[in-house]
């Protein structure tokens, strides 16, 4: 069993940054991929990013790309997200997510979610 903890969620003005942390415990962390989902009101919960357990390889939603960075420290058990030149659109609840494979795990189907944390990007 693997528990995720979000933080680093906020209110932030359009063009600001925030840098989003999911630590987690359990099961060696080191072995899943890991990956960023975000649900705004009355929408589904949609990918953002993912990255291998190696860190290696990193996929992103297209209306992220080029402004979202996602990371990970295994030896802190963390994966980050930096969001940088936030828009209001990207208001959202934002959750962590891992495992299985890093395929299941975009098509929104992870082995664990965490609790989530609120993005709010005022304009």
């Known amino acids: 069993q693997i528990q995720l903890v979000e933080s680093g969620g906020g209110l932030v003005q359009t063009g600001g940054s925030l840098r989003l942390s999911c630590t987690t415990s359990g099961r060696t962390f080191s072995n899943y991929p890991m990956g960023w989902f975000r649900q705004a009101p009355g929408k589904e919960r949609e990918f953002v990013a993912s990255?291998?357990?190696?860190?290696?390889?990193?996929a992103y939603a297209d209306s992220v790309k080029g402004r979202f960075t996602i990371s990970r420290d295994n030896s802190k058990n963390a994966v980050y997200l930096q969001m940088n030149s936030l828009k209001p659109e990207d208001t959202a609840a934002y959750y962590c997510?891992?495992?299985?494979?890093?395929?299941?795990?975009?098509?929104?189907?992870?082995?664990?979610w965490g609790q989530g944390t609120q993005v709010t990007v005022s304009s």
């Open positions: 997510a891992a495992g299985p494979d890093v395929i299941v795990l975009r098509r929104g189907r992870p082995a664990y």
């Open positions: 990255i291998s357990w190696t860190g290696g390889s990193t």
